[in-house]
């Protein structure tokens, strides 16, 4: 993005919706919820129902939520006491004092200088994938490249942080993601389905993570005993490359790792899966994509100084960002009275919004339902609006800490792949949406994948 205006001014009371919409709360998909509350009430709706909330879809409010972190809004809401009590206190969800420690820790981390050194391992990553799925193109077999995404993403992120101390962690990490997805997919709510509640899946969900850290802390121990050097475990261990950042203990490590992994896989996998889907579905902007790959790197392996340079595939990212935004949904508890738009706001209310309706705005994006890389061109007069009218990675100062890691992951992988291979839905697919804690393909995804020519944008 080329700058960073301040949004319009919003100046409104909320609108209140009637007892009728409340009740298709009920039936209705999440993401179409919100978005429909949005059509029919504007951008800034007051709900009141079994869950009640200030529902915000204007970039200078949303803008005033994500800067105001901390002192006014907050991260102790419903949704996030969910994965405080099951999953601990990590960056994601850590506020005040906590919250300063662990950012200091994980920005030496992964700072843009540290995650470079990580490119090779990411390309290596995408290769081997590509390898895996070569017998399939010899076959004309269709496969789902949902969970193929997950596992190179996996892969990527638990070399990472383990180095070869993942050859053995590959089944727990899959089987606490798989958790944590199933986790997320139930409502905050009802008494049986809060994390204190010892319900079957309560009891799963504590017993699979007690595991992982147990993996974790065994890792540690090895890190220390050994005097590993080079991974994002290694590094959190040190206090960062430089040993500047305050140590962090043992309990607030596993807790960063088990952030790391939820940030730097299953997203990464979802805004993946959902490229290949607008590739198939855009062949001009896939032929453009191939002719940057091949100008820019002719026939060798992506290096980390190319991803600066491959302007258009990180345009082909950014959009995919905008249209399926993984981590769709965000909510804020308000910690002292606060003037929001054209209302007054209470300590403990709720303020929620959807990246999905926002990165959809007719307002602020010119056809908002059409994939378009351009859109995202320096030089275009749409690329100028407010930085918070596009919030992929949040905004303010608990903006996402991995969003370097994230974003050279992304262009390394389709990079990678792309040149390799061609990939294809299969015309059989049936495509649906399901919005859980990220938003994904309910179906998965069915491609068929052939090998391109040395040339890849033949």
Not at 151 to 178: M, P, Y
């Amino acid at each position: 993005m080329t700058s960073d205006p301040e949004p319009a001014p919003f100046a409104g009371t909320p609108a209140r919706p009637p007892w009728s919409h409340k009740l298709w709360m009920l039936a209705g998909s999440r993401e179409r919820f919100f978005e429909r509350l949005i059509q029919d009430y504007g951008d800034f709706v007051e709900y009141r129902g079994p869950i009640s909330f200030y529902l915000v879809n204007h970039p200078a409010l949303v803008k005033q939520v994500l800067q105001g972190a901390h002192d006014t809004f907050d991260k102790n809401s419903p949704l996030y006491d969910r994965f405080r009590r099951a999953f601990g206190s990590g960056l994601v969800v850590a506020e005040g004092e906590s919250w300063k420690r662990r950012r200091a820790a994980a920005q030496k981390v992964l700072g843009p200088r540290q995650v470079e050194g990580y490119c090779e391992l990411m390309v290596r990553a995408a290769e081997q994938a590509a390898a895996r799925w070569l017998p399939l193109c010899r076959r004309d077999a269709s496969f789902d490249i949902a969970p193929e995404m997950d596992r190179l993403t996996l892969e990527i992120i638990g070399r990472s942080l383990f180095q070869d101390g993942f050859d053995g962690a590959q089944e727990s990490v899959q089987r606490w993601t798989h958790a944590i997805d199933h986790f997320s997919s139930k409502a905050p709510l009802p008494v049986i389905r809060s994390a204190w509640f010892p319900s079957p899946l309560n009891l799963r969900l504590e017993r699979t993570v007690r595991e992982f850290h147990g993996f974790i802390q065994r890792m540690l121990d090895s890190n220390r005993r050994d005097g590993s050097e080079g991974g994002l475990l290694s590094l959190l261990c040190g206090g960062g490359p430089d040993g500047e950042a305050a140590p962090l203990s043992d309990a607030e490590i596993r807790d960063e790792v088990l952030g790391m992994i939820v940030g730097g896989h299953e997203t990464s996998s979802v805004a993946l899966t959902w490229a290949w889907y607008e590739l198939d579905r855009n062949p001009a902007v896939e032929q453009r994509l191939l002719e940057e790959l091949d100008t820019v790197l002719g026939d060798r392996p992506i290096e980390s100084a190319d991803v600066p340079r491959l302007t258009y595939t990180r345009m082909v990212i950014d959009e995919t960002l905008r249209l399926h935004p993984p981590f769709w949904f965000e909510n804020r508890n308000v910690t002292r009275e606060v003037e929001l738009g054209g209302a007054t706001l209470r300590a403990g209310d709720t303020v929620a919004f959807s990246r999905y309706a926002l990165h959809r705005h007719p307002g602020f994006w010119n056809d908002p339902e059409v994939f378009d890389p351009n859109r995202f061109s320096p030089g275009k007069e749409e690329n100028r609006r407010s930085t918070y009218a596009y919030v992929p990675f949040g905004g303010g100062p608990r903006v996402c800490v991995g969003v370097h890691f994230a974003m050279q992951e992304l262009v390394v992988v389709l990079a990678t792949l792309a040149r390799k291979l061609r990939i294809r839905v299969d015309p059989r697919h049936r495509h649906e949406v399901r919005a859980l804690l990220t938003m994904r393909p309910k179906h998965g995804l069915r491609v068929r994948v052939a090998q391109r020519q040395a040339s890849s944008s033949r």
